[in-house]
């Protein structure tokens, strides 16, 4: 049977475009269709423009800070046209980063929808069809309000933020997860007064309680409105505002309103069902351990697959696709222990088993220092950091780590690695503390503050 191609790889996301490189990188013929712009959630709506937010939502604080410590300074007024210049010309560098480095590898790219016609068949939206041995579906996840509420399609989901014209004086976020809790923070450091509503009992649903508790309550320590256990009812359009009730009885009026209320794979309309592939409940492509769908010759990577919706874990799911079918290699994707970071502020960064899920399983010692950093007591500033690890009671490997602090994101990064070699907590006391820092707690917490 003859094919146009090796690999065809639909969506040029992070997951995507790392198979489709590295398969060409292979000598495999490779081809991939992307229907907006390259680089994906990550690049263009997601991970990167949130990040610069978060910077420059940062500098309020700082110059707060640097206030104290003796600077006469002023913080001045936030332009965010300017940032929004700054930052859209940003994603376009990036962009054309991610569509050289595929064309340097030879992958031939096709900016267009791309929808299957049978197991080895791609029809693009101009007609063209293409055939090929393998294909890759990477097309991600998209947001979405939630349309139960009256007047939802007022309000905008996480990837407006970045287009919007000014930065609204007043914002309502609805939702407790990630991306809800970030731009809290984001929108509270620009200047913008947040309300935040989460129908759930805390925020931050699946992480640790502990832990949980510790950021809702530095977020409303830093001004945001923080709401749990209510919802919004319905939203109206006024004059000059949106004017919305929430469960709770409460009439808010603000300039905008956000939901972050999950995200749904990319799986509708793509001819899916019809080829044979098994979708979930959520409409995710049900695929094996090594991301091969109940067709042999189509596999899925990334969010679409909603195994954990992280870049770097898609882009491990591309790489051990590649390994598997262009190497000759079977590689499963490893899942375990898998550092991640809410980037609030202070951020929270976390990996392995939370307190509970660990009490589930084996008998646990649990060490948590959480205290005023030196930077904050010294300017009287009230903002804790959290230090929390969980230790088997047996092994005494490190099951779980958790830290509330500036920059967590980076140091969780650092424990990832010790804690994915299987580290005890004798290793870590046998680790001598870097003096003075905030992060020497982590060596130093001598006894657990509770067995359980
Ligand atoms: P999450 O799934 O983390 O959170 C969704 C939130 O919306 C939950 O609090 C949920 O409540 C609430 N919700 C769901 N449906 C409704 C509804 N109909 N009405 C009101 N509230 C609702 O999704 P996010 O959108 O925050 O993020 C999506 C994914 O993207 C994350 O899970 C993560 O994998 C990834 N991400 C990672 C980031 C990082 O690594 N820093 C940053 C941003 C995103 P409930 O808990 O009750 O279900």
Redesign the pocket.
Request: charge should be positive.
């Given at each position: 049977m003859a094919f146009d191609f090796d690999l065809y790889v639909i969506g040029g996301g992070s997951g995507g475009v790392r198979a489709a490189r590295t398969a060409a990188e292979t000598g495999a013929r490779v081809a991939l269709a992307e229907e907006y712009r390259m680089g994906g959630?990550c690049v263009i709506r997601?991970?990167v423009p949130?990040k610069l937010m978060v910077f420059a939502s940062g500098y309020s604080g700082a110059i707060e800070a640097a206030r104290a410590y003796g600077w006469s300074v002023k913080a001045g007024a936030f332009d965010w046209k300017k940032f929004r210049k700054a930052l859209h010309a940003e994603l376009d560098r990036l962009e054309a980063i991610y569509r050289s480095n595929l064309e340097k590898a030879g992958v031939e790219i096709h900016d267009q929808r791309a929808t299957l016609d049978d197991a080895h068949t791609v029809r693009l939206a101009d007609g063209k069809t293409y055939r090929a041995k393998h294909i890759l579906i990477a097309t991600g996840?998209h947001?979405f309000l939630?349309d139960?509420?009256p007047g939802h399609e007022q309000a905008w989901t996480?990837g407006d933020v970045f287009l919007m014209e000014d930065l609204p004086k007043r914002v309502l976020i609805?939702?407790?997860?990630?991306?809800?809790?970030?731009f809290a923070c984001i929108l509270n450091g620009l200047g913008v007064a947040v309300t935040q509503?989460?129908?759930?009992a805390q925020?931050?649903?699946?992480f640790d309680d502990e832990a949980r508790g510790h950021i809702a309550e530095l977020m409303q320590d830093q001004g945001i409105g923080l709401h749990v256990g209510s919802?919004?009812e319905r939203i109206e359009k006024r004059a000059d505002c949106l004017w919305v009730k929430t469960t709770d009885g409460r009439e808010i009026e603000v300039d905008a309103m956000i939901?972050?209320?999950?995200?749904i794979p990319n799986s509708a309309g793509l001819g899916l069902e019809a080829v044979g592939v098994e979708l979930g409940r959520r409409g995710e492509i049900i695929v094996d351990d090594y991301s091969q769908t109940a067709v042999p010759s189509i596999f899925a990577v990334g969010?679409v697959t909603d195994r954990?919706?992280?870049?770097p874990v898609a882009i491990r799911e591309g790489a051990a696709f590649v390994e598997t079918v262009f190497n000759g290699n079977p590689t499963k994707p490893d899942h375990d222990l898998v550092p991640?970071?809410?980037?609030t502020q202070p951020e929270y960064g976390s990996v392995g088993l939370t307190e509970e899920a660990a009490r589930e399983q084996e008998p646990i010692e649990v060490y948590c220092a959480a205290f005023r950093p030196m930077q904050n007591a010294f300017i009287g500033k009230n903002e804790r950091v959290l230090f929390k690890l969980i230790v088997s009671a047996e092994s005494r490997r490190i099951l779980g780590c958790h830290i509330i602090a500036p920059d967590a994101?980076e140091l969780i990064q650092m424990v990832g690695v010790a804690v994915k070699m299987g580290a005890t907590k004798e290793d870590f006391d046998r680790t001598v503390a870097v003096h003075p820092t905030m992060s020497e707690e982590i060596v130093l917490m001598k006894s657990p503050v509770r067995k359980a």
């Open positions: 959630t997601g991970c949130k996840g947001s939630p139960t509420v996480s609805v939702g407790g997860g990630y991306i809800a809790c970030e509503y989460y129908r759930g925020i931050l649903r699946g919802d919004v939901y972050a209320a999950g995200r969010d954990i919706n992280l870049t991640s970071a809410v980037f994101g």
